[in-house]
């Protein structure tokens, strides 16, 4: 078992970027099993099989590194891994509204209240002109809700 704990940290992001590869084809050839300890979000998703993102010593997800990124099970783990967008949108009647319009996405047991809505960058919600009021699911669904307290997303 090879343990790496942030073995790349003090090196220039080239270097890094480089190092990485050399260390996934390492890997690939001695088939070892390794464990990379990194804050680094990009590192972990091009050099590891599985991912584990931690929140307080607390696992939040583990899972693919496409898993993980595209199928988020919570707005931490949304916002950790990759660019996250929050919007602030209302759970009501099972349904969840932006801007006054109903968005066509599940609301993932969220109970009626504020919420946020966590979306990659890349991936706003397609809505209609003004007079429609429905909005469409955003393009590849890799979205979170949180509950919503005052002014500061959960």
């Known amino acids: ?9 003090a090196l220039d992001a080239k ?4 190092l990485r590869r050399w260390l996934r084809h390492l ?3 001695i088939q070892v099993t390794s464990v990379f300890v990194t804050h680094d ?3 972990a998703l091009e050099v590891a099989d599985r991912v584990v993102v931690l929140d ?8 693919t590194p496409e898993q993980v990124y595209e199928q988020p099970v919570n707005a ?3 916002e950790f891994i990759g660019d996250s967008v929050s919007l602030p949108v209302v759970v009501e009647g099972g349904r969840v509204r932006f801007g006054g319009q109903v968005l066509d996405i599940d609301r993932q047991g969220m109970a009626d209240g504020n919420a946020a809505l966590f ?5 706003s919600p397609s809505c209609p002109s003004p007079g429609r009021r429905r ?11 949180a509950p919503r307290a005052g002014s500061r997303w959960c």
């Open 41 to 43: 979000q990009e590192e």
């Open 27 to 29: 890997h690939e050839e």
């Open 76 to 78: 931490f783990v949304h």
């Open 56 to 63: 307080k010593g607390r696992i939040e997800q583990a899972g």
């Open 15 to 18: 270097v890094r970027k480089e």
């Open 119 to 123: 979306i990659r960058p890349y991936e």
């Open 135 to 145: 909005c469409g699911a955003t393009s590849r669904g890799s979205m979170a809700l």
């Open 1 to 9: 078992m090879l343990l790496l704990d942030e073995p790349f940290g």
